[in-house]
């Protein structure tokens, strides 16, 4: 290379470097403009928040349950009416491609703690004592039998976390309680915990068990369900492209 040892040290320095910020600014444009392509979540949830007019026209109701395959009702029902904004394995802002959403975004029409959130399953429930918004309902997998999943529902608690908007039946600290599928669980809210709150919602996911039953950190996309089947609707950025969403067509 020497064509380069003529240039000035500095000066070397100084292309490579700009080379590497290059890289790097174009590998992020990519990332993002492929994640923009591989949802388009956030204009829905945008159109739902400054639109409210259009929220009649988004939303999914618990009350329409689908059919799976067989023509039976799909085992889950949905958690609370509303919204479907962001979706399973969804790189939608503020989750990346490499961050996805592990679960559904629920967003309710109503002020934060009166929009009603349920079990979609029945199962037992656990609070754990420090979690002021959320619960987890363990149960036996309705679509592979053996197999124990959880069920988790979150952001319920008023913005600021002054107040819990759970259901006063499952305080912190309840553990193994048995509920029905349609128990009232609580009300969504706005709580975020250090994140940035992004407007009044229930975050559900299915979460795997570990090696000795207990459920894994549901924040990792590996350790949770695709919703799709327990619901017979299409919840991934790759099947849902309008909402609200439909059920699943039959085979
Ligand atoms: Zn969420």
């Known amino acids: ?18 080379l590497l910020l290059g890289g790097v600014w174009a590998g992020r444009t990519l990332v993002l403009s492929y994640a923009a392509a591989r ?16 929220r009649a026209s988004l ?27 962001l979706l399973w394995d969804d790189p939608a802002a503020p989750y990346t491609v490499f961050n996805p959403h592990t679960g559904i975004d629920i967003f309710g ?21 420090d979690w002021l918004s959320s619960v987890i309902i363990r149960h036996d997998d309705p679509l592979q039998a053996g197999r124990t999943i959880w069920t988790y529902y ?3 608690a008023a913005r600021d976390g002054s107040h819990s ?9 309840t553990a193994n309680v048995w509920v029905d599928q349609g128990t009232l669980l609580g009300y969504q809210g706005e709580y975020a915990g ?9 975050h ?15 924040a990792r996309l590996a350790n949770t369900l695709d919703p799709s089947p327990y619901f017979a609707m299409p919840l991934t950025t790759l099947t849902a492209r309008s909402r609200p969403i439909a059920c699943l067509p039959p085979p």
């Not at 618990?62 to 509303?82: E, Y």
């Not at 908007?165 to 600290?173: E, L, R």
């Not at 250090?194 to 229930?202: E, F, Q, S, T, Y």
């Open 194 to 202: 250090a994140g940035a709150p992004i407007g009044m919602h229930v």
């Open 154 to 156: 979150t952001h319920m």
């Open 59 to 85: 939303h999914n109701a618990r009350a329409q349950r689908c059919l799976t395959p067989l023509a039976q009702p799909a085992p889950f029902m949905l958690p609370s009416d509303g919204l479907i904004g």
């Open 165 to 173: 908007f759970v259901a006063a039946a499952f305080p912190p600290g």
């Open 1 to 18: 290379m020497t064509f380069f040892r003529r240039w000035p040290k500095p000066l070397l320095l100084g292309v490579a470097l700009a």
């Open 204 to 218: 559900f996911s299915i979460v795997r068990s570990d090696e000795n039953g207990a459920f894994t950190n549901e």
């Open 109 to 129: 029409d109503g002020a934060p703690g009166t929009v009603p959130v349920y079990a979609a399953y029945g199962g037992y429930l656990t609070r754990l004592n």
């Open 39 to 54: 949802s388009d979540s956030n204009a829905y949830i945008a159109r739902w928040f400054l639109d409210s007019g259009a």
